[in-house]
């Protein structure tokens, strides 16, 4: 976008709101960051560009605020004619049903990080500016599932979802299958389902989840099916092949 991304940063914690506008300054893509303490700011400062010929191209928000909250707030800007992206930013995870239901751009979990900031930055870019935003939003806004603690040789490292090809069930205990190696974690596959649920995995076996995206092949051979993940044949159980072809018929459709 001509001049960079203009932006608004809402928080009404000072510290929270000075580190925001930080990472959204040191981002070539943005332009101008604009700036308020609570929502009735917000929605002067949003007036004010408006009235300017200047409108907010995107707003990163808080949730929790004294007043008008954050998911008030979104439901406002959402119902607007030029209305901006919304990016949630934010240390619960529980306000992500919000989130998806005001069709927000993005949602990202406190502390921020600079490499998650810059997605969300290029969501909104990809999307267009003001008035577009409504139509453009489509992805599910999810907090981002957080890395796994595992031990390697006394030391203790994170490995996010997206290293992970697939998860192999033992017991009480999941194996974490990386393109480095392998990681036993103390948490059963269930669990694991649920929580990395939003970041692309999949059910394909009792013993086994897989990173949708690392899949390579899916291989049907008289009536039995596997997939290959990683150089690696897996089996798939009867009940999960149609859900799973399915699911590939569409992640192949979806615009890279």
């Known amino acids: 976008m001509p001049g960079g991304l203009r932006v608004l940063a809402v928080d009404d914690e000072a510290p929270a709101l000075d580190d925001l506008v930080h990472l959204l300054r040191a981002d070539p893509r943005i332009g101008t960051v604009h ?121 203790t490292r994170f490995v996010a979802p997206t290293e992970v090809l697939y998860v192999e069930a033992q017991g009480d205990y999941a194996r974490l299958h990386t393109a480095n190696g392998s990681h036993l974690v103390r948490i059963p596959l269930a669990a694991l389902e649920d929580r990395w649920r939003d970041a692309g995995f999949v059910r394909v076996h009792r013993s086994h989840l897989v990173a949708l995206a690392a899949i390579e092949e899916l291989r049907l051979d008289s009536g039995r099916c596997t997939i290959l993940v990683g150089g690696t044949e897996l089996p798939v159980s009867r009940r999960h092949v149609r859900e799973l072809r399915d699911l590939l018929v569409r992640n192949a459709r979806r615009p890279s």
Do not use: W
């Open 35 to 155: 700036t308020a303490r609570d929502g009735a700011g917000a929605l002067r400062c949003l007036d004010r560009a408006l009235a300017e010929g200047r409108p907010i191209d995107a707003v990163f928000l808080d949730i929790r605020m004294p007043g008008l909250d954050g998911t008030v707030l979104g439901r406002v800007l959402a119902q607007f004619a030029r209305a901006p992206h919304i990016v949630f930013v934010t240390a619960f995870e529980e306000h992500a049903v919000d989130a998806f239901e005001i069709k927000a751009t993005d949602y990202i979990l406190k502390p921020v990080r600079p490499e998650r900031l810059a997605e969300a930055i290029r969501r909104v870019s990809q999307n267009g500016g003001p008035g577009t935003a409504a139509a453009a939003r489509g992805a599910v806004p999810r907090p981002e599932p957080e890395p796994m603690p595992v031990e390697l040789a006394g030391v």
